[in-house]
């Protein structure tokens, strides 16, 4: 079987030199607001840094250009630093280094593109469900065609979504 979703997304992300470049811009700016107080980027800084990565991101990357329309929210950065440095409970004196913000930055544009794919999926399958049962009713047609429809359908559009999430 293929790879899931979010393993396709990272690799996508890993791979993109426009996400590397962007990643090292930010993680720059972070020191230089710190003035190099520290050896990394401190958990503090990442809701500011997140936004900034959104910001060029959705002009160097067409994934979060297209799933990711709003900056991540609190609960993504938190759960993506958790995730990174492998802890239950937010460091506050922790920092983060090139390799370790650039895997903040991979999981949480990651988890980021996932949800905005399935927010489109759960927006665009009812409406179109609804739209064939209509047809189906004026048309007077049969149960099977009409259920038969809206399993095409629905299928038809979650692999949309599928290969959309290929960048």
């Known amino acids: 079987m293929g790879l899931s979703i979010s393993k396709r997304v990272k690799r996508s992300l890993q791979k993109s030199?426009?996400?590397?470049?962007?990643?090292?811009?930010?993680?720059?700016?972070?020191?230089?607001?710190s003035q190099h107080a520290f050896a990394g980027v401190r958990p503090y800084q990442l809701s500011a840094a997140s936004l900034r990565l959104h910001q060029s991101l959705c002009d160097h990357h067409p994934l979060?250009?297209?799933?990711?329309?709003?900056?991540?929210?609190?609960?993504?950065?938190?759960?993506a630093?958790?995730?990174?440095?492998?802890?239950?409970?937010?460091?506050?004196?922790?920092?983060l280094g090139t390799a370790e913000f650039k895997a903040f930055a991979v999981e949480l544009?990651?988890?980021?593109?996932?949800?905005?794919?399935?927010?489109?999926?759960?927006?665009?399958?009812?409406?179109?469900?609804?739209?064939?049962?209509?047809?189906?009713?004026?048309?007077?047609?049969?149960?099977e065609l009409v259920a038969t429809a809206i399993g095409v359908y629905a299928l038809g559009v979650a692999t949309s979504v599928y290969l959309g999430l290929s960048g």
């Open 17 to 33: 030199t426009g996400f590397d470049s962007v990643c090292d811009s930010v993680y720059s700016d972070c020191l230089e607001l």
């Open 64 to 79: 979060v250009k297209r799933w990711v329309p709003s900056p991540p929210t609190q609960l993504q950065i938190d759960r």
């Open 81 to 95: 630093l958790r995730v990174v440095t492998r802890s239950g409970d937010l460091v506050r004196d922790q920092t």
């Open 109 to 143: 544009f990651a988890d980021a593109v996932v949800a905005g794919a399935g927010q489109a999926l759960l927006r665009r399958v009812p409406v179109g469900v609804a739209g064939i049962a209509g047809v189906g009713v004026v048309a007077r047609s049969g149960k």
